[in-house]
């Protein structure tokens, strides 16, 4: 590695590559990217044609040097009971931190593709071991109060059968949240609360049950029950809806997908 280093690394790389090891809080010295350790000229040309380190020509194992250094590789896991049960817990776990980092764990009765029921063996699994989402709502208040196109957050969700469900509400959740702030910014939200309270005239408006997490500003909780669709023109709705899906960050673990 020291012969690559010198040799074929220009004098950048070879300061990034000296800043390649980091001390643990036993003050062992572990390398951030593991290279290995070539005797002769032979094999570490083979290498570097081949695989190489990331960030290098032909890039096998990425095309940026190191991963995790604009933030913290902390993974904010979080999901039991209901939707505002695992909200507060979001709060909970980035209170102070520049990220969030949000991993979001389903119940059973979620992965499996069913709606909630009072039934002996549905109801004993409703928010065991895992947040139980059954609507557009539920995931609205899940992430409410987290602005899910701050270059800051990001969301891993685990899901197996119904994963393509749970993403196209995710996607609406981020889209109605820059509706709701587009409406605010704007000075027209008066005009969009008149729309909202004619659609539940004679019914009962859903709300966010218990108390609001500290920091917690209330966005995406006044877009309960409606689309962004039913409150803008097309042409800004649709530049909206782009906008946010060059923004939101996040992986999607799904079995199903893998197959």
């Known amino acids: 590695a020291e012969n690559r280093n010198s040799s074929h690394a220009s004098a950048n790389d070879q300061s990034n590559f000296q800043n390649n090891f980091k001390k643990t809080i036993s003050q062992l010295a572990l390398p951030l990217v593991a290279t290995p350790e070539y005797n ?10 081949n695989e190489n380190i990331p960030g290098e ?19 904010m896991f979080a999901g039991e009971g209901t939707p505002e049960d695992t909200n507060r817990r979001f ?99 008066s005009q969009a609360e008149k729309t909202i309270n004619n659609v539940f005239t004679g019914k009962e408006r859903p709300a966010y049950h218990g108390e609001l997490p500290e920091q917690h500003n209330g966005l995406g909780l006044a877009m309960l029950g ?17 906008d946010t899906l060059k923004k939101i960050r996040g992986t999607l673990q799904a079995d199903i997908l893998k197959e």
């Not at 002769?40 to 044609?49: K, R, T």
């Not at 803008?232 to 530049?239: A, G, I």
Request: with cysteine.
């Open 57 to 75: 020509f032909p890039f096998t194992a990425g095309v940026f040097p190191y991963r995790n250094t604009v933030e913290a590789p902390t993974r």
């Open 91 to 189: 709060f909970y776990l980035f209170s102070g931190q520049s990220t969030r980092r949000l991993s979001t764990a389903f119940d059973p009765i979620t992965l499996y593709g069913k709606d909630p029921d009072s039934k002996p063996d549905v109801y004993g699994c409703i928010g065991m071991s895992g947040v139980s989402v059954a609507c557009l709502d539920d995931m609205k208040k899940l992430y409410s109060g987290i602005d899910l196109c701050d270059k800051h957050t990001s969301v891993s969700m685990t899901i197996n059968g119904p994963a393509a469900i749970l993403l196209a509400w995710f996607f609406n959740v981020a889209i109605d949240q820059q509706v709701e702030k587009h409406l605010k910014n704007t000075g027209i939200w």
């Open 226 to 242: 409606v689309s962004g669709q039913q409150l803008l023109d097309e042409q800004t709705y649709t530049q909206i809806k782009l």
């Open 40 to 49: 002769n000229s032979a094999d570490l040309l083979e290498f570097l044609l």
